[in-house]
């Protein structure tokens, strides 16, 4: 069956454009999670969809990021204007629980790559 | 959030058994032991999870200390492609967390 998937691939943006990134999870599952990775580092958390609710965002860096899951399937983060410091995988997993639980792992998407020029 | 210190890097020759070494010295006793792994240019993938028994399955097995302070990730016959990044994380097992938390793991690379 499919799994996550992430959507583009790879993404270039100019300093200051606003980018949109968009997150398939596998069907059926309640959970969504946004995490970012910096090269060389462990994903870090940016937020959490329970279906359509935005239940933890705790994570965002600033303002300039934003995410939906207005059906509670696909999920879109979005950055305005972008800056270098951006430039991450963005990386976004399902899970058929409600939030983290012991045993029902994430299943994670392969990453939008976004390099901020 | 209880903490779990890894070493950075490690090196296997293909073939040969490898264990991943975790410390989690402030593990509560609701705390799980998960594994995933990050291939290069992709998602973190779950491997195994554990509370106090060894555990098996087709990937790995997990062998917990009995004061619950230390594990161990091992991989029984390493191949190329088990070259990844592996991470050892404390789960909660109650409700209400929403938040899986990666250090930095451990580099595994394996040797042809």
């Known amino acids: 069956g499919a799994g996550v998937s992430q959507s583009p691939r790879y993404k270039v943006a100019k300093r200051g454009q606003d980018v949109a990134l968009r997150c398939d999870p596998i069907?059926?599952?309640?959970?969504l999670f946004w995490y970012q990775q910096a090269l060389g580092q462990g994903p870090e958390f940016l937020t959490y969809?329970?279906?359509?609710?935005?239940?933890?965002k705790s994570g965002l860096p600033s303002d300039r990021f934003f995410a939906e899951r207005p059906e509670g399937s696909v999920s879109t983060l979005k950055i305005q204007r972008t800056q270098q410091e951006d430039s991450a995988v963005y990386l976004c997993?399902?899970?058929?629980?409600?939030?983290?639980?012991?045993?029902?792992?994430?299943?994670f998407g392969n990453g939008t790559r976004l390099t901020v020029t | 959030d209880a903490k779990t210190t890894q070493p950075n890097s490690m090196e296997s020759n293909e073939e040969e058994p490898v264990h991943l070494p975790c410390n989690h010295s402030?593990?509560?006793?609701?705390?799980?032991i998960h594994w995933y792994r990050q291939l290069p240019s992709q998602g973190p993938e779950y491997v195994i999870h554990?509370?106090?028994s060894n555990v098996n399955n087709r990937m790995a097995s997990l062998a917990i200390a009995e004061d619950r302070k230390s594990s161990t990730l091992i991989l029984h016959r390493a191949t190329l492609r088990d070259a990844a990044v592996y991470y050892c994380?404390?789960?909660?097992?109650?409700?209400?967390?929403?938040?899986?938390?990666f250090g930095k793991g451990t580099k595994l690379s394996v040797i042809p």
């Open positions: 994380i404390l789960v909660y097992s109650g409700a209400g967390s929403y938040q899986l938390t």
């Open positions: 402030t593990i509560s006793g609701t705390d799980y």
């Open positions: 997993a399902s899970s058929l629980a409600r939030g983290i639980t012991y045993n029902s792992p994430l299943h």
């Open positions: 554990g509370l106090t």
């Open positions: 969809f329970q279906n359509e609710a935005q239940l933890d």
């Open positions: 069907s059926g599952h309640v959970s």
